[in-house]
């Protein structure tokens, strides 16, 4: 009962995305573009990997390469990173994909003054790799690691470097207020998107595609 509405919602998403897509090209020269669409996924730890997965379990290989960035102390998220790619690669065998470490935000606990050094911190080792990627797109859902890397991002475009588009999901268990990470980046992110109709009341800038996971 529950998988139709998540399917319908994924499938929602998917069009979104597409048309993300499509105005992200009309935006360039007028020389087409053959190359797929360059993702790049902030995974989390928690169930943020597991839904993040679920999301490009949708999506063509049309975006690719797709880079992953996890913090360095989960080990969790990229085991499922490697899972998931692998039965990816046994569809699509051009799949391509790499996997990225940087500096977590804020460790469990972590009081919230020493919490402002390490994200400062983590955003300085995430604008060069973001720098060195070049994503055209950004698919994030939660986790504090999403936060240096999509600030990153914005950075590239303010030094007028590159123009990332920023899709924010926000997670299905935040069903009245948003995450801190959703918080910030509600202000920032091209397309901000919830799964709950009372965030959308509380939230009129985001998208209700209602279950996507």
Not at 93 to 109: A, D, K, M
Not at 126 to 131: I, Y
Not at 171 to 188: A, H, N, P, Q
């Amino acid at each position: 009962m529950d998988a139709l509405p998540a399917a319908l919602g994924a499938a929602a998403l998917l069009l979104l995305l597409l048309l993300t897509v499509r105005l992200f090209l009309s935006r360039r020269n007028s020389s087409p573009r053959t190359a797929p669409l360059s993702l790049l996924v902030v995974a989390g730890s928690g169930g943020h990997t597991t839904e993040i997965l679920r999301l490009l379990s949708s999506l063509s290989q049309s975006y690719s390469p797709r880079h992953y960035i996890f913090a360095d102390s989960d080990k969790m998220s990229e085991d499922k990173i490697r899972t998931f790619e692998q039965k990816r690669a046994e569809t699509f065998s051009n799949s391509q994909f790499t996997l990225n470490r940087i500096p977590r935000c804020r460790e469990v606990r972590q009081s919230w003054s020493s919490s402002v050094l390490t994200t400062l911190y983590s955003i300085l080792y995430s604008f060069p790799l973001t720098f060195r990627l070049k994503p055209d797109l950004i698919l994030c859902n939660g986790p504090g690691t999403c936060v240096p890397v999509c600030i990153s991002a914005l950075l590239l475009e303010i030094l007028a470097l590159k123009k990332v588009i920023i899709v924010y999901v926000e997670s299905i268990c935040r069903v009245e207020t948003l995450s801190l990470s959703g918080k910030i980046l509600y202000y920032f992110s091209d397309y901000f998107i919830v799964q709950w109709p009372a965030l959308k009341t509380k939230y009129p800038k985001s998208i209700y595609l209602g279950r996507i996971v």
